[in-house]
């Protein structure tokens, strides 16, 4: 059997504190290591059938990553595929995956555009399912709530990269 994994990694540089000897920011990593790694994983297309043999592994070996989740089904159900925590069968999954000491995320409300009100019950219920809000979030490309969309979306040559 061949096991797709899709993960989007995205490096954290977190500890940033201020030396005492110095305006210049010292970096201090957790456990005097020499820097931080971390995986946070995009929950496009997830469900419990194509993530939960990853989050096994992963725990296995004791790795723990980041899981981001959407708190509300798609409007739109054939757009973007992937369930959210409205889904019985996910939801507990992502509880037990927060028991087991993996970080649970953001990745907006939904894959589509939510209005403010939406944003907000969606968030509430993200606490009253993981226990406590997100400490994490990435927008999700051309939602409008995002911090970036539109123009001013991508810049560089990802922008040039996006055209072709």
Known sequence: ???????????L??????????????????????????????TDHSTVENTKPIYDFLNSIG??????VWTTNHKDRD???????QDKEYRIFIQELAE????????????????RD?????L????????????????HDKNLEGIYWGEARFTGLNKFFTVL
């Open 100 to 115: 087991k000491g993996f970080e649970i995320s953001l990745h907006l409300n939904a894959g589509l555009t939510s209005t």
């Open 79 to 85: 757009h973007r595929t992937g369930c959210s925590l």
């Open 13 to 42: 540089f977190s500890g940033i504190k201020p030396s005492p000897l110095s305006s210049n920011p010292k970096i201090v990593w957790p456990e005097d290591n020499n820097f931080a790694f971390t995986i946070f994983d995009d």
């Open 63 to 68: 790795i723990k990553t980041t899981k981001s």
């Open 1 to 11: 059997m061949t096991l797709f994994i899709y993960f989007k990694f995205i490096i």
């Open 118 to 122: 939406e944003t907000i019950k969606g």
């Open 124 to 139: 509430k219920f993200f606490r009253e399912v993981v226990g406590y809000y997100p400490k994490s979030l990435a927008n």
